[in-house]
């Protein structure tokens, strides 16, 4: 027994050493079960003292961990500020200034207060679709796909959209939850038949700007010259993109320059893929939530 306690203790201590916490947990609560039964074993309560400890120890690690990421809004004062600084419409369209606020709080990291605003939005048909796709944004970047499913069973309830839209909308979330390697039952329903164009001859919508999923960045100086750089895009706001740069990325970020024109960028979108022009319009690091210390990027696609 002696020796299974002691392959335990130096499983644990292993594990704890490669920051395995929860494997080096169970290895000393094991140890701790042969130590509590072993009546004979010379020094026994010495050694399951300090088991117990190591026990204890590692619990207020896992949890000072959890609760780091359990608590990632930052105050209702400092999210207006963000909404006030970063939400300014270059089109001078009103309408879409709470829009263009609740997706300031999303580059952020603001994901819950930028939800909430989202759906604020829905009662607005002109924003309904786009508020929708930054609701799903959001939630994804959280990976809640159950959020996102009970979004869309009340949304099919309350027949928000039309069945275009409802089919765009579910066909715009499985590519985000496919790439996010999320993928959901609700999303793999085959989509319907294609009902004839006479069927809804009074539907005619206007176009969205395309939607961009990803870009590659053809660097020609600094830390990356030669090099591409592809960067997933996580929000968009017409032909304005933005990523979400984790920090252990410094060469990238160390490579961008608000207010450079980037001459080789590769837009990659659901329907095609096409090369133009990047004006890099924000760099900024997020100082709270679950991305704090990651950098929001932003660049205004200039095609052609």
Known sequence: ??????????????????????????????????????????????????????????????DKINGATSSPEVDAKVQDLIKQLFSIPESGNDERAPLEGAIALAKFGQFERAVKEFKQLLANESLRFEAAKNIIRCMSEVSDSEGIVANFEDWDAASFFKVDQFEKLKKFTREILEKKGMKHAFFDEPEPDILPESVFPEVEEEEDVIDINAISIAFVEGPLAGQNVELDVSFQNGNIITML?????????????????????????????????????????????????????????ISG
């Open 245 to 301: 740069i984790p920090s252990k990325e410094k060469l990238t970020i160390e490579s961008l320059s608000v207010g450079t024109v980037m001459d080789n960028v590769q837009y990659f979108s659901p329907i095609a893929l096409f090369s133009g022009k990047g004006l890099i319009a924000q760099l900024a690091e997020i100082a709270a939530g679950p991305k704090k210390g990651d950098f929001s990027l932003d660049i205004k696609v």
């Open 1 to 62: 027994m002696l020796k299974k306690i002691k392959l335990l203790l130096q499983e644990a201590e292993l594990y704890r050493s490669q920051s395995l916490l929860t494997e080096a947990r169970r290895k000393y609560l094991s140890a701790s079960d042969l130590l509590t039964g072993a009546d004979d074993l010379k020094n026994r309560d010495l050694l399951l003292n300090g088991v117990n400890n190591k026990v204890k120890a590692l619990e207020l690690e896992i």
